[in-house]
């Protein structure tokens, strides 16, 4: 049996826990390496004991989020698609859609590049920055710029690739972009004394290096997936299977920049000293997010794959253990950064003002803790069925349709800093309500009991049969 053949067993035969976790935990260190490398800028950036870079990361990682959702829409669509193709058994559409996605990316990376080079001062300006943090902004901004089209290719790559069945391969990739620039952040930022810039710096090198990784793996021998020109296409087949779910993942992280952006608008309103503590308390909150997220994407290919293959109860079974761990790990972070906010606010701001603002918001924000496992894994067994209505619904509603109706609500009726933080929990304990009622709907529509035609055997006693 070669490496290909073992992941696809691995999908379809292996134990249920041992099939979950196989695929998860690649995917939780991933996400925690993704925060260590979100966190690490502020952190280094925070020693410099200048608030106001602290407040010019804060308010450019919208922008960012921006072009890591266009790595989302080819990741998320891509490996939604890719791995239902891989449960059909049609690898030669799989490697078809890799390619595309490559190309594709590619492409808007360097048209996104481009215009950031040149609009790089009214984009600060429209992320909120004050003429005080406009020029740190702008720095930061411009230099991290370079990086988009390796930033791309990283964020989708590292997900389409777990959907072949190589999540380690996938994990290697991210830990490795990221350790690159945690390791370089202190040497550029503080030793050299580069400040912001040092920064940006070290977030350019990291996202090359991790996309460099990627395209030696796809240029092996030991994957199903392509890069190469000749599989490229933009057949409707392809381009639109990645879409469907594509533009409602990327459509997600969109409104989840735009949020950010507003609220630190609505922040600015109380000074700089907010934004920068709510700035602080978001990486705090990713702490649990990115785990939380590492379960839900971890486990679509595995779901996907399942119902590309037709392997009803084995979805179930999947997504019942993936929903038992999630739940127990959300509990268990929540009470963790609730407990521990103090410290880690600390760690990252010691201006009295900003700290007591990082405080009160870190505390805030995981009230969302207890449903986010739910709604990620919600999120992901939606996409994993290729369903593209229910997922735009739930991509509109978290932070669009639903956060701006309670941001407007909180804002206008209470008018403190503290009530327009816990818009987002609130809006958190909507949407996981909404995401539970939408995959209900999604699946018992798209896979209706007929559809069911595996695990009636002995998992050995169907490989016999093939």
């Not at 790089?120 to 720095?139: F, H, I």
């Amino acid at each position: 049996m070669n490496i290909n053949e073992k992941s696809i067993a691995l999908f379809r035969d292996a134990p249920v826990p041992k099939a979950v976790f196989s695929n998860i935990i690649p995917s939780i260190i991933s996400m925690l390496m993704v925060m260590l490398y979100n966190v690490a800028d502020t952190v280094f950036i925070g020693q410099t004991k200048d608030a106001l870079m602290v407040t010019a990361v804060s308010l450019a990682t919208p922008v960012f989020l921006l072009f890591m959702a266009i790595g989302m829409l080819f990741g998320i669509g891509g490996t939604s698609f890719i791995s239902r193709r891989l449960g059909e058994g049609d690898h030669h559409t799989a490697r078809r859609a890799s390619s595309f996605c490559f190309w594709a990316g590619t492409a808007v990376g360097i048209i996104s590049l481009i215009g950031i080079m040149i609009f790089a001062e009214p984009v600060a300006r429209g992320v909120g920055a004050s003429d005080e943090s406009l020029y740190y902004t702008k720095q930061y901004l411009t230099i991290v710029a370079f990086g988009i089209p390796f930033l791309i290719v990283s964020n989708a790559f590292s997900n389409i690739i777990r959907a072949e069945g190589h999540p380690k391969v996938a994990m290697t990739g991210m830990i490795v972009g990221n350790l690159v620039n945690i390791l370089l952040d202190p040497v550029l930022i503080l030793w050299l004394g580069w400040n912001v810039a040092g920064a940006a710096i070290a977030t350019v090198l990291g996202n090359v290096v991790s996309a460099a990784f990627y395209l030696v793996h796809l240029c092996g021998k030991k994957t199903m997936l392509s890069i190469r020109l000749k599989h490229f296409t933009m057949q409707k087949t392809v381009s639109l299977g990645v879409f469907a779910i594509g533009i409602p993942a990327a459509l997600n992280s969109v409104l989840m920049s735009t949020s950010n952006i507003v609220i630190n608008k609505v922040m600015a309103n109380y000074g700089d000293m907010a934004v920068a503590g709510l700035g602080v308390a978001m990486k705090v909150n990713t702490i649990a997010v990115m785990l939380l997220i590492g379960i839900g994407v971890g486990v679509q290919p595995l779901l996907g794959f399942c119902f590309g293959a037709k392997l009803r109860k084995r979805y179930l079974s999947v997504l019942r253990f993936t929903l038992i761990v999630a739940f127990i790990t959300s509990i268990i972070m929540t009470v963790v950064c609730y407990v521990f906010a103090g410290p880690l606010v600390r760690f990252i701001l010691e201006e009295p003002a900003a700290y007591d603002y990082g405080f009160t918001f870190s505390r805030v924000y995981i009230l969302s803790g207890p449903v986010l496992g739910i709604l990620f894994v919600m999120i992901n067994a939606i996409q994993s069925t290729g369903a593209m209505l229910p997922s735009l619904i739930l991509s509109i509603s978290r932070q669009g349709i639903i956060y701006y109706p309670m941001l407007i609500i909180f804002t206008t009726f209470f008018d403190t800093a503290k009530m327009a933080a816990m818009t987002q929990p609130v809006t958190d304990y909507i949407a996981a309500a909404l995401a539970v009622i939408l995959f209900i709907f999604t699946f018992r529509k798209y896979f209706p009991k007929s559809r069911d035609i595996g695990l009636q055997t002995d998992p050995s006693e169907r490989i016999t049969e093939e």
